[in-house]
């Protein structure tokens, strides 16, 4: 006879549990109130500024993105209007020689890393130029295949923790690239290992057209991290203050030794999934558009900067303005780059050029020399 088994079997009642254990973490609500006086953060008045500054700046660089696109002088071009507590408030708690693998829509963060501008213009246009990253700034391209950037990232953090540096690497992908093998494979592979890596997913509602309801029958993208054994969190990804707090925790906590996070940042992109032809009409209500225009990062961070009598009017105006003045020059310098030319393209992609390429290769040199 086998001892009697006390335990009540009910799997569907074990996931509810989990499941609703995901509430999200929020810190400023939609009219700019704390909510969550406990959890502020420890920032200095400038560093808050600063943040806000930087949040502005990125709505008018996407503002000028968009523009410049129609105009034909980008080229690939994912808006980010929406997305900018998610983005800029993750990338606020790192420091700067913690290491960014970014998908293709978080080129602000990799600009705030580092990137001059006018190199973010070129990778837009698909020039090898806007991928060669200076010395210094620890970032790689953008990733356009969705999700391999995590498992690059559970590497990257190894390397990280092997050279007993107490960096971090961290990634970004959307909540369609949590339905990707890659993002399992990596936030696996990065617990077991437990590497210095925080894995962000900014669910911003759609996969291009898919709605976030129909990519998983998990009730939240966070709750994945707990196969894998990490601490997961699911924050708002419209404020600012929660989405800081959380990235802080999880760089904390790696820098100390105790392995990677999952963040998910809920939030939505205002915008097309990118310029190249979708139109979010024929899968968005106006209704969900307004829903989540009310949720504003930036207009509640603005709210709550004011009541604490460190942002104005005329401090915003000035910020727009630098930005303006900054994205001109950087598209100026982008133009002014030599274009790229097809021997480049052979010769950036192979050390040693195959019997085909040398012959096609010449074909170039000699027509471009022309
Ligand atoms: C492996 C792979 N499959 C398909 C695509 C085509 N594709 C480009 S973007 C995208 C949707 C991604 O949505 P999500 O991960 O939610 O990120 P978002 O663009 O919303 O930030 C797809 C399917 C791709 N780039 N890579």
Redesign the pocket.
């Known amino acids: 006879m086998g001892e009697k088994i006390t335990k009540v079997f009910n799997p569907a009642e074990t996931l509810n549990e989990i499941e609703n254990k995901f509430e999200m973490f929020q810190i400023l609500n939609e009219k700019g109130e704390v909510v969550n006086p406990d959890a502020l953060p420890d920032l200095s008045d400038d560093e808050l500024v600063e943040l806000m500054t930087r949040m502005v700046y990125t709505r008018i660089l996407d503002q000028r993105s968009i523009s410049l696109n129609r105009q034909g002088r980008l080229g690939f071009y994912?808006p980010t209007a929406g997305q900018e507590a998610s983005q800029l408030a993750s990338h606020f708690a790192l420091e700067k020689d913690d290491w960014i693998l970014p998908?293709?829509?978080d080129v602000p963060q990799i600009v705030w890393h580092g990137l001059p501008l006018w190199k973010a213009f070129l990778f837009s246009r698909g020039h090898f130029v806007g991928n060669q990253i200076p010395e210094g700034v620890n970032v790689v391209p953008p990733q356009?295949?969705?999700?391999?950037q995590y498992v690059q990232t559970a590497g990257v953090a190894l390397g990280l923790k092997k050279r007993g540096s107490k960096t971090v690497a961290i990634t970004y992908?959307?909540?369609?690239?949590?339905s990707?093998g890659d993002f399992y494979e990596g936030i696996n592979f990065a617990g077991a290992q437990k590497t210095p890596a925080i894995f962000i997913v900014?669910?911003?509602q759609?996969?291009?057209s898919?709605p976030r309801e129909v990519?998983t029958a998990a009730k939240t993208i966070a709750q994945k991290g707990i196969a894998a054994g990490i601490p997961s969190t699911l924050v708002d990804g419209m404020d600012a203050l929660a989405v800081y707090v959380a990235t802080k925790d999880a760089r904390d906590r790696a820098v100390r030794g105790e392995g990677p996070s999952l963040i998910e940042t809920m939030c939505y992109?205002y915008g097309p999934?990118?310029m190249s032809g979708d139109d979010p009409t024929r899968y968005r209500t106006s209704d969900i558009d307004n829903e989540w225009a009310a949720k504003d990062p930036i207009v509640r961070f603005r709210i709550f900067l004011e009541g604490k009598g460190l942002w104005n009017e005329q401090k915003e105006t000035e910020v727009i303005e630098r930005a303006k003045e900054e994205i001109k020059e950087a598209i100026k310098k982008a133009d002014e780059t030599p274009k790229q030319k097809v021997t480049d393209l052979i010769s950036n992609m192979f050390e040693e050029l195959p019997h085909n390429l040398k012959e096609q290769y010449e074909i170039y040199k000699a027509k471009e020399s022309k």
């Open positions: 994912a998908g293709y829509r356009i295949i969705i999700g391999a992908t959307g909540d369609g690239g949590s990707q900014q669910n911003n759609y996969a291009i898919t990519q992109r999934h990118t």
